[in-house]
């Protein structure tokens, strides 16, 4: 069973920084895609920043050049750094990963349970 685990969240004043990890665990044959979503309340999810397993960057342009999406492929774990926080960037923020959990199945979408981000002084 794969099961995706988040930590890092909280509340950060604005201009402040957080880092959010979130870890794969479980029986897994592959990891393709890794990235971080957010849902603020009344607003759809939304994609934040996503990573390749070759490292290929991409990012929503509202936090392009705030915020970094990083991986460790030994450790199955997914980093995103956040820099310079506004109050707009509060939210839940889900981790997802794309995986093979056993050979010869198909890739599949595995989803964090989310960690709530606050951005208030």
């Known amino acids: 069973q794969v099961q995706l685990e988040e930590s890092g969240g909280g509340l950060v004043q604005p201009g402040g920084s957080l880092r959010l990890s979130c870890a794969a665990s479980g029986t897994m044959y592959s990891i393709g895609d890794m990235g971080w979503y957010r849902q603020a309340p009344g607003n759809q999810r939304e994609m934040v920043a996503t990573i390749t397993s070759g490292g290929t960057t991409n990012y929503a342009g509202d936090v392009e050049g705030r915020f970094s999406v990083s991986r460790d492929n030994r450790k199955n774990t997914v980093y995103l750094q956040m820099d310079s926080m506004k109050p707009e960037d509060a939210a839940v923020y889900y981790c997802?990963?794309?995986?093979?959990?056993?050979?010869?199945?198909?890739?599949?979408?595995?989803w964090g349970q989310g960690t709530q981000v606050t951005v208030s002084s």
């Open positions: 997802k990963a794309r995986i093979v959990p056993s050979f010869g199945s198909s890739w599949s979408n595995y």
